[in-house]
């Protein structure tokens, strides 16, 4: 059956065409059906609704619009169904053209409340379900178009949030995510970036969490945040990782913690490994830990403690600082930081083993290498050797006396004198020296009661002449051994 309106003249229009029902005034108005009848041994007929070709203007549209009433009617558009095969595509394509295609637009209505969900979703099947892409043409002569994912700006409340996730399975390894940016072949132009910001806020802004995935029974996932490697002549990108600065005039930037989680009841914690990679024709890269610069308060610390065991019988963790392995070996600095302020600067001390150290061992074991001591040495307790019976010197005083003139000494006679001398004690070790020669005269001293030293200058009356000292100064050193 053919029905349709006539053809124009040489220079009219053809007729239009209405297929309609009438209104109603008490119930629904009619409804219109179009199908075409069912077939044995064939195909069902298709039907095909085309807008005629044009050569003037944009060409005709063609419209479907549900009915308006209070809650508006449904657009259901189903391809066929296969009872033997696949079932039937739904394929919408927008118009060619000779400068651009036309676009596509789907978007669910305008609503003074909420305006409706839009669900783009394939269907669930007994074996799998189907794939969706979703994706820009190609280009020939150009840039290919972009993808713009984004909620709407919301007034009276908060934006909408946007949500990627791979479905869950009961086989094999699940589903993998990758975002990956573009890549360029054009000689020295730049991949494309791949950006991962929080949003803001007018308080906080919004955090970022990466985080493996739960192993249920065994291992969580592996993270590995790296730059890739470098082409045939460059360098491996650089990596960052930072807190932002601070805001305003007291805002303080963030903190970095570098961890490994807790373990369970039976288990070891896991290892922090800071390193820089081998090198092969050029240096290996150095490691730096600087605690940045501050104007009010002390310094910031910078703490490295080995672990505690609790453990009995165990050792807790050594602390191994080593300078690094050449033609040369490299050297190992230790020193305090330095004082800047006017007038009086105090540098800072270096305290080793001071609170816990059964021993503390400076210097090649084999004995065969210098240990250089520059300044003022001060020691409580000092030993030398290893033997058995080495002396430990537990104190070392010395005194010097103020300047003057033995009485002249004639042969088998003597003269003594004490002295002063703050922490000596019966049982002390003394010696005495004179600032002068003493000829063949002799000294001998002595504690005789604490804090005191007798000094004697004997005469052993070896020739028949008196003996006679210029003036000078008397040392008397006292030391003892624990």
């Keep these: 059956m053919s029905l349709q309106t006539a053809n124009a003249g040489t220079s009219g ?3 239009g065409m209405t297929l309609g029902t009438g209104t109603s005034t008490n119930g629904a108005s009619g409804s219109i059906a179009m199908s075409t009848g069912a077939a044995t041994s064939g195909a069902g007929g298709a039907i095909t609704l085309t807008v005629g070709d044009g050569d003037t203007g944009a060409g005709g549209a063609m419209n479907l619009t549900a009915g308006k009433s209070v809650t508006g009617g ?8 296969g009872t033997g095969g696949s079932g039937g595509h739904i394929v919408m394509t927008s118009g060619e053209g000779t400068t651009a295609s036309g676009a596509v637009s789907i978007s669910s209505g305008e609503a003074s409340g909420v305006t409706g969900e839009m669900i783009v979703a394939t269907g669930s099947g007994a074996n799998a379900s189907g794939a969706m892409t979703l994706g820009t043409g190609t280009s020939t002569n ?22 990627v996730t791979v ?23 730049v991949g494309g970036a791949m950006s991962l910001t929080a949003g ?14 739960v192993g249920t029974a065994t291992n969580s996932g592996t993270m590995t945040l790296a730059t890739a490697a ?23 930037s963030g903190s970095i913690e570098l961890a490994t989680g807790d373990s369970a009841t039976a288990g070891a914690t896991g290892d922090v490994s800071i390193t820089t990679g081998a090198a092969t024709g050029g240096n290996g890269g150095d490691i730096s830990l600087l605690v940045g610069e501050g104007d009010t308060g002390n310094g910031g610390a910078m703490t490295l403690t080995a672990g505690k065991t609790t453990a009995s019988g165990a050792t807790g963790g050594d602390l191994t600082v080593k300078a690094g392995q050449g033609d040369t070996g490299g050297d190992l600095i230790l020193d305090a930081g330095q004082g800047t302020s006017v007038g009086v600067a105090y540098t800072g001390n270096i305290t080793v083993g001071v609170d816990n150290a059964a021993a503390v061992l400076v210097g090649r074991s084999a004995n065969d290498g210098r240990v250089l001591l520059s300044g003022m040495v001060e020691a409580f ?30 042969p088998s006679s003597k003269y003594g004198f004490s002295v002063n001398v703050p922490g000596a004690a019966l049982g002390d070790i003394v010696q005495v020296s004179f600032s002068s020669s003493i000829g063949e005269l002799y000294l001998t001293a002595h504690v005789s009661a604490a804090d005191t030293v007798r000094v004697t200058v004997h005469n052993p009356g070896h020739n028949v002449e008196a003996e006679q000292l210029p003036a000078g100064v008397f040392t008397v050193v006292c030391t003892s051994y624990a």
């Design 230 to 252: 470098a082409g045939t002549n460059g360098n491996s990108g650089a990596m960052s990782i930072k807190t932002g600065a601070g805001g305003g005039t007291t805002g303080n």
């Design 13 to 15: 229009v053809s007729g």
């Design 74 to 81: 449904a657009l259901r558009m189903t391809a066929g169904q």
């Design 200 to 213: 803001e806020g007018a308080g906080t802004g919004g955090a970022v969490t990466i985080t493996t995935g």
């Design 142 to 163: 150009g840039a290919t178009g972009s993808i713009s994912m984004t909620t709407g700006a919301a007034t009276g409340g908060a934006g909408g949030a946007i949500t």
């Design 167 to 189: 479905g869950d399975g009961d086989t094999g390894t699940g589903g993998a995510m990758t975002l990956t940016a573009g890549r360029t072949t054009a000689a020295s132009a």
């Design 381 to 410: 307790t000092f030993k030398i050797g290893r033997q058995d019976h080495s002396g430990l010197m537990d104190k070392h005083l010395k005194v010097d006396t103020s300047s003057f003139t033995v009485p002249l000494l004639y």
